[in-house]
Nanobody, 119 residues
Framework: QVQLVESGGGLVQPEGSLRLSCAAS????????MGWYRRAPGKERELVAR???????NYADSVKGRFTISRGNDKNTIYLQMNSLKPEDTADYYC?????????????WGQGTLVTVSS
């Protein structure tokens, strides 16, 4: 069983910063890619940032220059450093991973963490 556990959401004022973490655990052989998606109230889920096993990253245009995705030394943990937060960044943020597990290739989602940007 493969699980993703997120942490780090909360309430922050506009122009503030937050750091999200996501740790993958379980019967993992290797991780192909991990990333963050978000769903704002009344909107579709959208990609925020993703990082491949080779370290390549891609970002939504709306967060470029403000958000940074990175990996931990164990390669099973990712972080999303969010700076200069705006009210429109308010959303549930979900960790995603494409994993080669012992039983085959799987995709997993975290339970979500709420980020609220408000004064």
């Amino acid at each position: 069983q493969v699980q993703l556990v997120e942490s780090g959401g909360g309430l922050v004022q506009p122009e503030g910063s937050l750091r999200l973490s996501c740790a993958a655990s379980g019967s993992i052989f290797s991780i192909n890619a991990m990333g963050w998606y978000r769903r704002a109230p009344g909107k579709e889920r959208e990609l925020v940032a993703r990082i491949s096993s080779g370290g390549f990253t891609n970002y939504a245009d709306s967060v470029k220059g403000r958000f940074t995705i990175s990996r931990g030394n164990d390669k099973n943990t990712i972080y999303l450093q969010m700076n200069s937060l705006k009210p429109e960044d308010t959303a549930d943020y979900y960790c995603w991973a494409s994993i080669r597990a012992m039983t085959g290739y799987v995709e997993r989602w975290g339970q979500g963490t709420l980020v609220t940007v408000s004064s």
